[in-house]
């Protein structure tokens, strides 16, 4: 199944945005690694509302805040945009 799609029927509506597909994987990796919200905006020195809007793809995240996630979670920027695999949260 092609995770577009995936992604666009689990939001209800057309094609997804990027930074809709990026929230989505920002939060199956908090998931995944157990951290909450308060913790990850921490991490990142901003406002949990804001992290939640990242989560929603409702704010652009940084390129310097995707460093600091990717270093946090022991991944590479590019898992943010790796499309072979869905978040958790576009599977169901």
Not at 34 to 39: F, Q, W
Not at 56 to 62: D, E, T, Y
């Amino acid at each position: 199944m092609v995770w577009h799609r995936v992604i666009a029927r689990w939001l209800g509506r057309g094609s997804p945005t990027v930074d809709q597909f990026v929230g989505a994987r920002l939060k199956g990796f908090r998931k995944h690694h157990g951290a909450s919200r308060e913790m990850l905006a921490e991490v990142l020195k901003v406002p949990i509302c804001d992290l939640a809007k990242f989560e929603l793809g409702q704010k652009r995240i940084s390129a310097s805040k995707l460093f600091m996630l990717a270093d946090y979670f022991g991944t590479t920027v590019a898992a943010f945009f790796d499309r072979r695999e869905a978040p958790d949260e576009l599977a169901s």
